[in-house]
């Protein structure tokens, strides 16, 4: 029988791809607009690109749209039932699901081991939770996520997410204490109620007798472990370069290993769990153009090199379509400093520019458009109480510190006290006696500073926000010195959006139809988030790729 090949070969070439957004409706002109207006333009396409054809057919614009020509010098062949491309979270979930149910499971991964990022995951419900009586309010969550989404997800996903996300996370939960660790569920979420944000996120705490070796949410690596331990081989350093199909059926990956290329042949399906695309910075100004002047250079979450957009570009080539463009961002205003609550910001010329009791995406794209992409949370002596006051009705990342569910509110400032100085030591931060010093050492104007503030002090005597409508219980004068800025911008954590897939992570074809033997998880799988990321369900794509890979590697195991 003849084999399609096609290639995950990394190209240098940006641009928004004609054939996914046409495909969904949009025009050109529109891609081009919205380039525009977040400040760069889509790179050129290629001499190559543009005499060639893209995977549907028509004429493509950007040389990751091309299929390189099949490989045909492979060194070896490997036989198995579930091939994961991509051992991140996602990745290693599945694997150590299937595995555990008895399939014959390889994972391949690009890098030298398994990858784990963050601090923890969310969920809907677990048994911690349950002890805590903790009750998420599922109508509110689901319908904020939506509207955050601008109506653009897919309901189902979600729906399957706030279904099955209990049981995924007890399964996660006893791998942590099998190594004698347990969970913190944290207090930071907002009850504000137009910013909704629900508990739910779990820090796991492993300790280190258990001999781990993450540095951060060890996710990733306990399902790693665990599904050696079920038989799951793992092949690391060796990047996938092309899937492999039969007629309309994609049935395996070519690697490149260390001695040349291996096929891989999955009788049961390829996963790809690939990650996003934050660390290919043509395919951001493609994809995902709002993130790219300040957010990607910043990036705290990603190792340079490693996610790459390989799935998207893998899937794109197998026929497979993208979600809605441009893809979603999640960028979180933490690039420079981790506190800065509901205070007064400033741009770097003393202005006040937004509602500060915001979420903390808004916040991001807020300050994504001032001079250099960076704000100044600016504060005085009088802030923990200001801070504790206000926490009733706001709090979130950022704003509340890393402490325990039902812990008192008196120990949220206490973390950031030992912060500040920190913050202040890496230059950072500012502290001064003098509204006129701190716009000194800001870099601002010292008139039009201390005219911003008169202003916002005006504004928290009258008790309302006439210029941005701030709740009046954030409203804390900035009087009493000493007086505070402490730097904040956004950095990109992930580009969580992609391919599209039905509600049993089947890749979709340009008509909707599902591509037999491809499956999506994790950052590479779309139509989860759209336009933004939720965070009213703090830790929500950690959760999902929980989840997610737990339930598609029980029913693979099955295949």
Known sequence: MSKETVSNALFSQGGLSRRAFLGLGATAAVAAGAAGLAGCAPAPKSEAASEAKGASGTSAQYAWEV??????????????????????????????????????????????????????????????????????????????????????????????????????????????????????VGAFYSHDDVYAEQPGY?????????????????????????????????????????????????????????????????????????????????????????????????????PVGVNTGDGHKMGLWAGAQMQDLPLPTMMHPQAFCWFHGPFLFVNDNGERFMCEDTWVQGKSLAINRQPGGEAWSIFDANWESDLVRGLPQGGGM????????????????????????????????????????????????????????????????????????KKPVFLTPVKQGPFYALKVGPALLAVPGGLRTNIDFQCLGAEGQPIKGLYALGNVQGDICAVDYPINVAGNSHGRCITYGYLLGHELAKA
């Not at 729906?159 to 007890?170: D, L, P, R, T």
Request: net charge negative; aromatic share 10%.
């Open 398 to 469: 950022f704003w509340d510190s890393f402490r325990p569910y039902g812990s008192d509110l008196s120990l949220a400032p206490e973390y950031f006290k030992t912060q500040i100085p920190e913050y202040i030591k890496a230059g950072n931060a500012y502290e001064a006696d003098t509204l006129e010093n701190l716009a000194k050492q800001i870099g601002c104007d010292a008139a039009a500073f201390k005219a911003t503030v008169e202003r916002y002090n005006g504004l928290c005597e009258a008790g309302e926000d006439t210029d941005y409508y």
């Open 67 to 184: 299929a390189p020509e099949p490989i045909k010098d492979i060194k070896q062949t490997v036989d198995t039932d579930i091939l994961v491309v991509g051992a991140g979270l996602s990745g290693c979930a599945c694997a150590c699901a299937a595995a555990e149910q008895g399939g014959t499971v390889t994972v391949v991964e690009k890098t030298s081991s398994w990858n784990g990022r963050g601090g923890g995951f969310g969920t809907i419900n677990s048994r911690y939770m349950d002890e805590l009586d903790i009750k998420v309010d599922k109508v509110n969550a689901k319908q904020h996520w939506i509207a955050q989404c601008a109506s653009r997800a897919n309901e189902d996903l979600i729906g399957k997410f706030f279904n099955h996300s209990e049981e995924a996370s007890n399964w996660l939960l006893d791998k942590a204490e099998a190594v004698g660790g347990s969970a913190m």
């Open 202 to 302: 779990h820090m796991l705490m492993i300790p280190k007798e258990a001999g781990l070796t993450s540095t951060g949410f060890a996710g990733a690596e306990l399902l790693h472990n665990d599904a050696v331990k079920a038989g799951a081989e793992f092949v690391f350093d060796s990047p996938a370069v092309q899937l492999v199909k039969e007629g309309d059926k994609v049935v395996g990956c070519i690697c490149e290993g260390k001695d040349g290329y291996v096929q891989y042949n999955a009788k049961s399906g390829v996963v790809l769990c690939t990650g996003d695309i934050g660390g290919d910075v043509d395919m951001c100004k493609a994809y995902a153009p709002v993130c790219v002047e300040y957010g990607q250079p910043r990036s705290q979450y990603t």
